[in-house]
């Protein structure tokens, strides 16, 4: 723990703000919520007036202990003792805010108000024969542990579990065959961290474990519940409640699938399309206002419209192609292609295209190839054999002798 590196005034503030401001106590084994003693926290306000050095002193403390949410583990401050003689007495506390308000008085004269509550790193509670929950939160490439218990916890894996507010309920069954849901409650810093990603494409997966926290024992948790995030609400006091369900229950649950189509379902280049993205070098032999005379060496067999759709690009500027007129004058076979705006460009200047999809199965064939040289329709992502009918309605039809 460092110390604060000023003395200030300060004013004692019996207020307790959020939930997150209270002090916990666990209680005996038994019960999925041990959170039901709660005692509030002395909070202190501090008002200080200095010079620059100063003020950068606390900045660099605060920006060490990384504001509210990264002092939990507490700091030394020196609070004015009224009732002895002492001019100090010793707090441990934390920053209760993640901002700090200055305010300039002159060139080199700042006021600044800082709010501090007690840290909650007393004696540790007898924890002979307790449990603690561990509840660990993947998302993504992301690991946040946090447990229901007055301190940090080391699991025998030597991952450690920040002390937290985070409840659970009963594990209630429904008819399907393991399809579990549980309620999880979050506050403090768990609930924001939920929070902030549970409304993406991708779930929140969430591991519940009982611990024995008895120091003669192997701290090996005992695993009770896995599921994913399925649905979010926040209360009118900050905390928020979370619906978790089994990953089976989730598996059954209806999904986006693609759409039957004729076009092509894959983005032009990505890894479903398989195509190999070709940059087809050209060089400009006359500018008419928006259209360009260009000729290549690559493609020049191909007939009209074949770069329709392109990407002309040049000096990091692109520009798309809207039309495209193959000519042959004296053997010479050039293409006028007609671009979208007026490019800043000069003849004999050298450009690239790149060929455009117009998802059709016969432009996939016949434009684009695969990573073996091969026709690239054998990644084609449509159904271009679909019917133009219901071959239900056709059959009901042919019934009725209605054809």
């Known amino acids: 723990m460092s110390d604060f590196p000023l003395l200030p005034e300060w004013s004692t503030k019996p207020d307790v703000g959020s939930v997150d401001d209270l002090f916990f106590d666990p209680l005996d084994a038994g019960s999925p919520a041990p959170w039901l003693v709660y005692k509030k926290r002395d909070t202190f306000g501090f008002h200080y007036k200095g ?10 403390h605060f920006a060490q202990n990384s504001g509210r949410m ?12 009224t009732v002895s003689d002492e001019t100090a007495h010793v707090k441990t506390v934390r ?26 790193i007393g004696p540790k509670p007898d924890i002979a024969k307790k449990i603690a929950y561990l509840y660990t939160f993947n998302f993504k490439e992301e690991t946040y ?21 985070v409840t659970h309920s009963s594990v209630e069954f429904s008819e399907g065959i393991l399809g579990e849901e549980l309620t999880l409650n979050a506050s403090g810093y ?9 409304h993406g494409v991708d779930k929140i997966e969430i591991t519940v474990a009982r611990l024995e926290v008895d120091a003669s024992l192997d701290p090996t948790p005992q695993y009770l519940f896995k599921g994913v995030v399925v649905n979010a609400e926040t209360g009118l006091q900050g905390e928020a409640t979370f619906t978790l369900s089994s990953n089976l229950n989730a598996l059954q649950r209806g999904v986006g699938r693609k759409k039957l189509q004729r076009q092509c379902n894959h983005i032009l280049y990505s890894a479903e399309c398989g195509a190999v993205k070709e940059e087809i070098t050209g060089t400009i032999e006359r500018i008419d206002g928006r259209k360009i005379d260009v000729t290549s060496d690559l493609h020049n067999d191909e007939p009209d419209k074949f770069f329709n ?9 692109n520009y798309i192609v809207l039309k495209d007129v193959k000519k042959d004058v004296g053997g010479v076979v050039y293409r006028t292609l007609t671009i979208e705006r007026i490019p800043s ?5 050298t450009v690239s295209l790149t060929l455009w999809c117009d998802k ?23 159904c271009p054999w679909l019917p133009n009918n219901n071959p239900l309605d056709l059959a009901r039809n042919d019934q009725r002798g209605k054809k």
């Open 51 to 60: 010079n620059r050095d100063q003020l950068q002193s606390v900045l660099v």
């Open 70 to 81: 990264g002092s939990s583990g507490g700091f030394k401050v020196y609070t004015p003792e």
């Open 95 to 120: 920053y209760r805010d993640d901002t700090l308000s200055v305010e300039l008085l002159s060139a080199n004269y700042f006021e600044f108000d800082i709010d501090f509550i007690e840290a909650n």
């Open 145 to 165: 542990r946090v447990a229901n218990w007055g301190y940090s916890l080391l699991d025998v894996d030597g991952n450690t579990y920040l002390a937290g507010d």
């Open 190 to 198: 768990a609930r924001e961290w939920l929070l902030r990603r549970v």
């Open 309 to 317: 759709g392109a990407t002309l690009t040049q000096d990091g500027k």
């Open 345 to 349: 460009l000069n003849e004999l200047e």
């Open 360 to 382: 059709t199965i016969q432009c996939c064939a016949a434009k684009f190839k695969n990573s073996e040289e091969k026709s690239n329709a054998v990644n084609f992502g449509g």
